[in-house]
């Protein structure tokens, strides 16, 4: 475990933002991490990359989830094709008269679709996309929006997956430490006020709404609302369904054929949920979920999707070959998608081959305090996550650290406050990342360039993480977490104002 762990991601991030070219990007730091585990030579370098990229795309779940990801792909498609996402506009537009209530329906989209992260990625841009367009909404502020909401609400919902997979892993740190009579759900449901990103984040998005950007994103906006123009000049958006499909079969098409395959992925992915985690066999909903298998509920959610328009196409008179092509080209909007994905996960895979994670948290542990604890835990789950792209991933490797350290320094108390930081954490550096996969479907499903979308973004997350290790810091001395967040959101309401009417003043109304 040496520095040199850190550097295939570093030169991933570096050169995505320098070149905007993110495949190039992260082949090239994947050879780098394959150049340092080879001791220099070049030429085995590349053999353990495509042992690498391999690796991952046998892998059950990471094969799954690629079928899953093509296959909300074709669903996308028929909703397309068959007119359901033009008569969902013709539906909106009667209610939707200004630029920020558009705005607001992917927010309040994202915050009812609280179950996955991917699911929800994928019903807002198909939902909101073409009535945000017409509006001139940059596809960047889109993008901001659905990565904003997906992955901070699926982290504190009521119900998700991830819920489940955050319980599981306190209820694996309690048995590590022996902990008798403590309740992991309850400990983490107690956790949910000390996730201050998340939640400042969540609120964030109507702050900036109903304000004025500032940053990248201004001039994002200015851009569109001026030229028309919903992309930066030049740039490359991940998918899109209208350059892949054409025209619809039908351009008055009923928005039953939008709403009926997304009440069927939504209802299919749940009951799936469900039942591939025991649910049939008597165990309780947190339970099910801790153990269900994500990967064969989502495909079996979005098969569902692609069969239900597959009917609709064909009763709206669709030929057998006009549905193949539909199906082909959903698959052909979500190529670049699966070709980054794969590779994304593969620089996970570098990370954990040169123990990046590891140095990084044996390099910080010897000066903790318990003072400090909070705060480092935080800033250790935002670098590993935005490192490898992985919230989970960075969750899997902190909790069963730092929730026994936190116990150890500071008793039960501590363990509420240690387990919001390590999520906390682990949502930024996802949600900030180049090569996280939920940072990548935010960016597919608004029809993003991939690297506008991460530059735009950036600043706007900065704020809400710099408010939570600010509170993080002052937890020994208010000691409430509600008192804290209270002060965190009125904080986050003026930082936002200013930073609006600054940018503003500097470059008036133009942006």
Not at 150 to 156: L, N, Q, R, V
Not at 403 to 426: C, D, K, N, R, S
Not at 431 to 436: E, G, K, L, R
Request: proline share 5%.
């Amino acid at each position: 475990m040496d520095f040199l762990s850190v550097i295939p991601p570093i030169v991933a991030v570096v050169l995505a933002i320098l070149t905007k070219r993110v495949l190039f990007s992260l082949f090239i730091s994947i050879w780098v991490g394959g150049l340092i585990a080879a001791g220099g030579n070049p030429f085995a370098a590349v053999g353990l990359t495509f042992t690498w990229m391999k690796d991952v795309m046998v892998d059950p779940w990471n094969a799954r989830f690629l079928v899953m990801t093509a296959l909300l792909g074709t669903g996308a498609a028929f909703m397309f094709k068959t007119g359901g996402s033009e008569g969902l506009i013709r539906v909106m537009q009667k209610r939707l008269t200004t630029k920020k209530r558009v705005l607001f329906l992917p927010y309040f989209l994202g915050l009812l679709i609280f179950f996955n992260d991917y699911v929800n990625s994928v019903i807002i841009g198909n939902a909101t996309k073409d009535i945000a367009a017409k509006y001139k909404v940059s596809r960047e502020k889109l993008a901001y929006i659905i990565d904003s909401t997906a992955s901070p609400i699926a982290t504190i919902g009521p119900v998700s997956d991830w819920i489940g997979f955050q319980v599981s892993l306190v209820a694996a740190a309690f048995a590590s430490m022996s902990l008798v009579g403590a309740e992991p759900y309850f400990a983490f449901l107690q956790s949910i006020p000390w996730n201050f990103y998340a939640i400042l984040c969540l609120l964030a998005v109507p702050m900036i709404i109903a304000g004025k950007d500032f940053g990248p994103m201004a001039r994002a906006e200015h851009r569109a609302h001026t030229t028309g123009k919903l992309v930066p000049e030049g740039s490359t958006p991940l998918s899109s369904v209208d350059q892949d499909l054409g025209e619809p079969h039908k351009k008055d098409g009923s928005v039953w054929n939008f709403i009926l395959p997304l009440v069927t992925l939504i209802t299919v992915s749940i009951w799936g949920l469900w039942y591939s985690g025991g649910g049939a066999e008597g165990k309780s909903l947190m339970d099910a979920l801790a153990d269900t298998d994500v990967s064969v509920a989502l495909t079996w959610g979005a098969f569902a999707m692609t069969v239900v328009g597959i009917i609709l196409a064909v009763i709206q008179g669709m030929s057998l070959k006009s549905c193949e092509d539909t199906l082909l080209g959903g698959i052909r909007t979500m190529l670049p998608a699966l070709i980054i994905i794969v590779l994304a996960w593969s620089i996970g895979t570098v990370t954990s081959e040169l123990g990046t994670a590891e140095f990084v948290v044996a390099a910080t542990q010897g000066w903790m305090t318990v003072a400090l604890l909070p705060f480092l835990v935080f800033v250790i789950a935002m670098f590993i996550s935005f490192a490898t792209g992985t919230s989970w991933g960075t969750m899997s490797i902190l909790t069963p650290i730092a929730v026994p350290l936190g116990y150890t320094m500071g008793g039960e108390e501590l363990i509420p406050i240690m387990i919001g930081a390590i999520f906390a954490g682990a949502i930024f550096g996802d949600h900030v990342s180049p090569i996280s996969d939920t940072t990548v479907m935010a960016s597919i499903f608004s029809e993003s360039d991939h690297i506008a979308h991460v530059n735009t973004q950036i600043p706007y997350a900065l704020v809400p993480a710099g408010i939570a290790g600010v509170l993080y810091l002052l937890y020994t001395v208010v000691g409430s977490s509600i008192v804290l967040l209270v002060a965190g959101i009125i904080a986050q309401y003026f930082i936002l104002r200013y930073l609006g009417n600054r940018h503003e003043r500097r470059y008036g109304k133009a942006g």
